[in-house]
């Protein structure tokens, strides 16, 4: 669908579903035939983006996790958090 959009655009009304010498239209000659290696390489760097983001999602996630539990301060010799009478406000 969205490659007739894009043909439309370029083509005259007149032109666009007359077949070549071949029996291919304009939408299958211009965006099919000719930029077949552009969404070959799309598809596999969408595919590369995904598994980044996987990644850094996951360290971001541990990272928040990591400061949710940990108490801010320093823990004193008796193994209490130093600022436990210190609320925050």
Known sequence: ?????????????????????????AAAVVFIETHNEIIKEGKRWLKDLAGSCYVVSGLIASVMFASAITVPGDYGDNGMPNFRKNLIS
């Open 1 to 25: 669908m969205y490659l007739m959009q894009q043909v439309k655009k370029f083509v005259p009304s007149s032109i666009q579903e007359m077949k070549n010498t071949e029996g291919n239209t």
